[in-house]
């Protein structure tokens, strides 16, 4: 049975009368959409690669990791960000990534929690450095980019997939 939220295509449809597309004159979905979604994935899949890259990179080498010490007197500070990170933001890139990639119904929502996984930390930073807690000026510039693409791909991602009648059948 499909939801009464996912039956309502306002070019086409009245909410309740039926499955979307099962009238005539639904809109084609555009072929520059689906590659815009294999271009969305690709960042998503990129943060991932990149968020492991990073936290091997600053196990392995002491210059990189000075870049991300917010407390160099006090290292477990930054270590406390490595779960997290990987359990947040780098599984939420990936599984973001595949649901763009497999076209899935829940990629708004992964995408939203990505951006709130990426925006968290950089707002922590924001206000870290912006207090004289500590060094950490690197990182934020680090984390910017990322928290700012992110949160602009999940509206992209949200206002593409929030209408039924953008969706690919």
Known sequence: MVQAWRRYDPGTMRRGSGPAGARKGRPEVPSWTRAADWALAG????????????????SA???VRSWFDIAPERKAVVDAFLYPDIAVIVSSSASTA?????NAGWAAVSAAFCAGGVMYPTVYLLGWVGLGAGAGAAALAIMIPPALLTSWTAIVIYRRWSWPANREP
Not at 43 to 58: D, E, N, P, R
Not at 98 to 102: C, F, G, V
């Open 98 to 102: 595949y649901a763009l990639a497999r």
């Open 61 to 63: 080498s002491p210059q």
């Open 43 to 58: 960042y998503f899949a990129a943060q991932a690669i990149v968020g492991v890259t990073l936290w091997i990179a600053a």
